[in-house]
């Protein structure tokens, strides 16, 4: 285990439908986050977990939006009735402490819904 | 929530000059901050961090921070092609996320 992994790497979905994506944090990391970016943009948080727990949601991940870490392990992003605004790289990152050390970020999702 | 602002550039330097980087940030008590680097199409990588005002050096990269004016800076010396990306620009938000600023396009031209 040498990084962050996400799945899939591509996602086209139609409007309407819903997507899932998943994250595998580095393994010793304790804690991990989802951001999303989009063309031009720094990454925007939406939100953290430390082990299982979410202790930490955006006002940006609106009621379509789920995440959760159920063994405090690999973590599930999934979205509801996507929708073109949707568009966008989402990024999972894992630390082993707070913001103080910086993250290790996965190769993220990119997400295009048509 | 704290705000960073960045030049989005391109900012275009030939090979070998030194490129300056610069990010403000709002919040005059924010204590650290990060510089990220991001190819297209790939996520963030971290370079450097600082927390203490005046400067950091590792390799052909320095941060420099200046809390009073609220202002940090990575300067890359030597440029190289291979540095061209897009930097980002850090630091913790309230609670335990980050908050980056747009990023700045860097084109190191051969």
């Known amino acids: 285990d040498t990084g962050v992994s996400q799945n899939p790497r591509h996602k086209i979905t139609k409007r309407g439908q819903n997507v899932t994506f998943r994250c595998d944090p580095i393994?010793?990391?304790?804690?991990l986050y989802w951001y999303r970016q989009t063309l031009g943009q720094g990454p925007e948080f939406l939100t953290y977990?430390?082990?299982?727990?979410?202790?930490?949601k955006s006002r940006l991940l609106s009621d379509r939006f789920s995440a959760e870490r159920p063994k405090g392990s690999f973590s599930t992003l999934e979205i509801q009735r996507t929708e073109q605004g949707d568009s966008a790289m989402y990024l999972c990152?894992?630390?082993?402490?707070?913001?103080?050390?910086?993250?290790?970020f996965g190769s993220g999702t990119r997400l295009t819904v048509v | 929530q704290k705000e960073v602002e960045q030049n989005s550039g391109p900012l275009s330097v030939p090979e070998g000059a030194i490129a300056s980087l610069n990010c403000t940030y709002s919040?005059?008590?924010?204590?650290?901050f990060f510089w990220y680097r991001q190819y297209s199409g790939k996520s963030p990588e971290l370079i450097m961090s600082?927390?203490?005002?005046g400067d950091k050096e590792d390799g052909r990269f320095t941060a420099q921070l200046n809390k009073a004016s609220q202002y940090v800076s990575l300067l890359i010396r030597d440029s190289q092609p291979s540095d061209s990306a897009t930097y980002l620009c850090?630091?913790?938000?309230?609670?335990?996320?980050?908050?980056f600023g747009p990023g700045t396009r860097l084109s190191v031209l051969p």
């Open positions: 990152a894992s630390s082993l402490d707070g913001a103080g050390l910086g993250y290790t």
């Open positions: 393994s010793e990391h304790n804690r």
């Open positions: 977990f430390q082990n299982e727990a979410q202790l930490e």
């Open positions: 919040d005059r008590g924010s204590q650290s």
């Open positions: 600082i927390y203490s005002n």
């Open positions: 850090a630091l913790p938000n309230y609670g335990q996320n980050f908050v």
